[in-house]
């Protein structure tokens, strides 16, 4: 990027959760990289102050107190060194399966969804009037929504809710002049999906995973969703009838 465009980018500034790992933390990097105000949220201070040149924001996401007086930290830098909030990506998230379904875990679904969901909905209500006109919202979503997997019951809802949330707010902002953009990846090298004990097909970086959605989101995209070859797997075998889906998709019985 040439002097100029960065120099352009300096007074826009850009707010990333989840950024003191994986996808947050390479798209902070790249954003800053790009001449952006970034402010960096997370729990871990320590790592965020390992971003240069980004400005860490300290707080739980499923703490909405510790949500408000960011909004009111970010509102103070805002007005003090005269930026406007461009975009707002709602990244952080977790992950967990259900092992047993016969013996379903509520309090581990009622984790997923909170952090997945209803924190999303706090960092909504604080930080979105912060957002100016021709700004961006970017809701991570994932991949997974496009199909059922097994185990995935309160990952693939907190997700599917996620959709389901970016398209009725698409809606409702336009006339305020925010977009909304929703984010599906596919699978993505992280601290999170290191964890995965199962085969990951076309597996990208972080970094590839950010870049992918800075594309996105300066184009003005819907729905962000990458690597294209997997996802258009995903969503043309969506097309298929479901009980062919569920064939393909049950886990296969261990055999004695």
């Known amino acids: 990027m040439s002097a100029s465009m960065k120099q352009a980018n300096s007074q826009h500034a850009v707010l990333i959760t989840g950024a003191s790992?994986?996808?947050?933390?390479?798209?902070?990097?790249?954003?800053?990289?790009?001449?952006?105000?970034?402010?960096a949220c997370g729990?871990?201070?320590?790592?965020?102050?390992?971003?240069?040149?980004?400005?860490?924001?300290?707080?739980?996401?499923?703490?909405?107190?510790?949500?408000?007086?960011?909004?009111?930290?970010?509102?103070?830098?805002?007005?003090?060194?005269?930026?406007?909030?461009?975009?707002?990506?709602?990244?952080?998230?977790?992950?967990?399966?259900?092992?047993?379904p016969v013996q379903f875990d509520g309090a581990l679904f009622?984790?997923?969804?909170?952090?997945?969901?209803?924190s999303m909905g706090y960092c909504l209500e604080h930080f979105l009037p912060l957002i100016a006109v021709n700004g961006r919202v970017g809701l991570m979503s994932s991949s997974a929504t496009y199909l059922p997997f097994p185990k995935a019951e309160a990952y693939g809802a907190s997700k599917a809710a996620v959709n389901y949330l970016a398209s009725s707010l698409r809606l409702d902002l336009k006339a305020h002049g925010i977009g909304v953009s929703v984010i599906c990846p596919g699978f993505v090298k992280t601290p999170l999906t290191d964890k995965n004990d199962f085969a990951m097909p076309m597996q990208i970086s972080a970094e590839k995973a950010a870049t992918a959605i800075?594309?996105?989101?300066?184009?003005?995209?819907?729905?962000?969703?990458?690597?294209?070859?997997?996802?258009?797997?995903?969503?043309?075998?969506?097309?298929?009838?479901?009980?062919?889906?569920n064939n393909m998709l049950t886990p296969k019985a261990d055999k004695a």
Do not use: W
């Open 21 to 39: 790992s994986g996808i947050g933390l390479a798209l902070a990097m790249q954003y800053v990289a790009e001449g952006y105000q970034v402010f």
């Open 214 to 245: 800075m594309h996105g989101m300066q184009t003005g995209n819907s729905e962000i969703h990458f690597p294209k070859r997997f996802t258009y797997l995903l969503k043309l075998m969506s097309c298929l009838p479901s009980v062919v889906i």
């Open 43 to 100: 729990r871990n201070a320590q790592r965020l102050n390992t971003i240069k040149g980004a400005t860490p924001l300290v707080f739980d996401i499923n703490d909405k107190h510790q949500i408000e007086q960011a909004a009111e930290q970010l509102t103070h830098h805002l007005q003090q060194d005269n930026l406007t909030l461009k975009m707002v990506i709602l990244n952080a998230g977790s992950c967990e399966y259900i092992n047993n």
């Open 110 to 118: 009622e984790r997923v969804i909170q952090t997945n969901v209803i």
